[in-house]
């Protein structure tokens, strides 16, 4: 693919003057070991990358993380071709053992021989898939996604898997050695140390963490009753260590650490912390008890048989389309609890300190105001308080230009104008991946996606440095992570563009170019150009 032009950016010194550990706080660590990569951040695509540098033969590796333990966290990941492509080329075993399990768990029907899906006629997809169904407000059917494993392999060459996220991390976790993967490691500061060929990362070990304010759905009591005790201790206060490598791999979320420092006392100071996107989701984990007569109303005009259904007042007509930024996703468990969650667009202040009273209130008020019908505004005033949560979307934006445009994303040669394009995703040793990079709400189901797809240029062209012996030229670092964002940054502004717009589930015709273009790249083009 050829590359793209972009404003170069330097940094001459990746050390911030905020949480600067003093030298004695540091010398405790072993200054001898450098690791080839640190990858900050356990997450999917944290731990997809140190697979794939693994699978490379880049041995020396290790994952930080600072949860202080890989507990059930997360929700559900959809896991589509294009992700599921790249991790397959990150390393066949992580996609086989990722696709067991999820399809274990999620999707029993499945099909492990693509040419027996492809040319045999008792594996044509079934007329009983799963379905997630797209309704207007009269509860008629706008589109449909089918669940199926099969029938996206069959659409798109590659299927899709819904996982927990937290099964997705333990599948990838344990596919590479415990020792590499260590939890309790916040990092509070990375300097460049060029005289000993690698950056440092300083670490402390919390006894609590910080809630994420920017990733993670908020339960306002309880987020009031489990701040960190000891957020008010200083750095030289709690035990600290630094770690050294010579390419460091930041994977660790919207709200990434490694980010804030890189840009922090910058004249990128504005890109340090995520943007609020304009949209935001309210949720229901569950009403348990929902009145027979309700139910069956929701049952004949919205869900009939599918577990999933999006209900959108977008009006639709020939190329054009109308979106009033408010959907309702409704699920109903096997067990007969139904929940649901409002994506909608608000401004940030008007969901900050609701309590969840006020955010059924809210919900309420915002479905009356967009014609939504009466058995879907009956069910959200059932809503149990203690089961309401509520979260705004975030984003990292790959271009900050309005006009930015991109019709066809393979094809790279984008020119861009100064400014419009943020800061670069890498300094020096140090680049960015995932959602530390170009995170956004999550509304076309890309974020682990593209993240996974990071993983695959990230580690291919880490592989490349190895093999030529490269560690210690900068100039070839450079120059392969400049690569990396010439190579992804055009695709996503393309994905974050629909993503706001959430244009493609809108129209069939919207819907099929955003696929072709997601769905079926040539991940073997790709590495090529690499």
Excluded at 208 to 214: A, C, D, G, L, V
Aim: hydrophobic fraction near 35%; include cysteine.
């Amino acid at each position: 693919m050829p590359e793209t032009k972009s404003t170069p950016h330097t940094h001459t010194n990746t050390s911030t003057k905020a949480d600067t550990l003093p030298a004695s706080a540091i010398a405790s660590s072993n200054p001898q070991e450098i690791y080839d990569v640190v990858v900050v951040g356990a997450g999917p695509v944290g731990l997809a990358t140190a697979i794939g540098l693994r699978k490379r033969g880049i041995e020396n590796i290790l994952v930080i993380d600072q949860t202080r333990a890989f507990r059930q966290i997360g929700q559900t990941v959809d896991l589509l071709p294009n992700g599921l492509q790249a991790l397959k080329y990150l390393d066949p075993n992580a996609y086989e053992e990722v696709k067991k399990t999820g399809l274990g768990l999620l999707n029993p029907k499945q099909s492990n021989d693509q040419k027996a899906v492809e040319h045999t006629e008792e594996n044509q997809p079934s007329k009983t898939s799963p379905k997630w169904i797209y309704k207007n407000l009269k509860g008629q059917i706008i589109s449909s996604i089918s669940l199926s494993f099969d029938d996206w392999l069959q659409d798109y060459g590659e299927g899709r898997v819904s996982i927990s996220w937290y099964n997705l991390q333990t599948t990838l976790r344990q596919l590479l050695p415990e020792d590499r993967v260590q939890a309790n490691h916040r990092c509070i500061n990375v300097v460049n140390e060029p005289e000993k060929g690698c950056v440092r990362i300083d670490c402390v070990g919390n006894t609590q963490i910080e809630t994420n304010p920017y990733a993670y759905w908020t339960d306002e009591q309880k987020h009031n009753e489990t701040q960190p005790q000891n957020s008010d201790i200083p750095p030289q206060e709690l035990a600290t260590k630094s770690i050294r490598a010579k390419l460091i791999v930041a994977a660790d979320g919207i709200n990434s650490t490694v980010r804030r420092l890189l840009y922090t006392d910058t004249q990128h100071h504005d890109f340090a912390r995520p943007e609020y996107s304009g949209f935001a989701a309210i949720l229901c984990r569950e009403i348990a008890e929902v009145p027979k007569e309700l139910w069956t109303k929701l049952k004949e005009d919205f869900f009939q048989d599918s577990p999933l259904v999006t209900i959108t007042n977008d009006k639709v007509s020939g190329n054009s389309v109308c979106i009033n930024n408010i959907r309702i996703i409704l699920y109903y468990r096997p067990s007969g609890e139904v929940g649901y969650i409002i994506h909608l667009a608000l401004p940030l202040d008007s969901l900050q300190g609701k309590s969840e009273s006020s955010l059924i209130d809210l919900a309420l008020h915002e479905l009356e105001k967009a014609g939504f019908p009466d058995p879907l505004k009956q069910l959200v005033s059932l809503s149990p308080p203690a089961k309401m949560q509520q979260r705004p979307y975030y984003i990292h934006h790959a271009s900050i230009s309005d006009s930015l445009q991109v019709s066809n994303p393979t094809n790279l040669n984008i020119e861009a104008n100064p400014g419009t394009i943020p800061p670069a995703w890498s300094v020096g040793r140090i680049v960015l991946v995932g959602d530390a990079a170009h995170g956004m709400p999550p509304f076309m189901a890309q974020g682990a996606n593209q993240g996974l797809e990071d993983a695959l240029v990230v580690t291919t062209l880490i592989a490349k440095i190895a093999e030529e012996k490269n560690w210690d030229n900068l100039q070839a670092i450079a120059k392969a992570f400049e690569k990396y964002e010439h190579l992804r940054r055009p695709l996503m502004a393309y994905v974050q563009e629909a993503t706001l717009k959430r244009s493609p589930h809108s129209s069939d015709k919207q819907c099929q170019e955003f696929n072709q273009q997601l769905y079926r790249r040539n991940f073997d083009q790709i590495i090529e150009a690499l």
